[in-house]
């Protein structure tokens, strides 16, 4: 996961959806090795705008993966990446 708190100088959520760049990316993504799925985050009252991958397997290489068009769009790395591991276990079906 990775998202960047967007300042007053930076585009806002709206504007980073709309881009032809962003939506181009959508297409590039679906077509990375491994990757379950991307989901592009976007928060406009926190003013912040992410994406959260799902990767089944081993990620491909940095170098091999689509470009950074949210970075290059905000000016900046993320502010934020965190890596987590999804832990298989047991559905709870029981509701309260």
Request: proline letters at 9%; one cysteine or more; charged letters at 25%.
């Given at each position: ?23 181009q ?22 003013r ?23 970075a ?25």
């Open positions: 996961m990775a998202w960047w708190d967007l300042g007053a100088g930076d585009p806002d959520a709206d504007e980073l959806a709309a881009s032809p760049a962003i939506q990316a959508f297409a590039e993504w679906e077509r990375v090795p491994n990757l379950t799925t991307k989901l592009w985050l976007a928060s406009r009252d926190a912040r705008w992410g994406a959260l991958m799902l990767w089944h397997g081993d990620r491909p290489d940095r170098a091999s993966l689509p470009r950074n068009v949210s290059e769009l905000i000016g900046r790395p993320p502010d934020h990446r965190i890596a987590f591991e999804v832990v298989e276990g047991t559905i709870c079906t029981d509701t309260p």
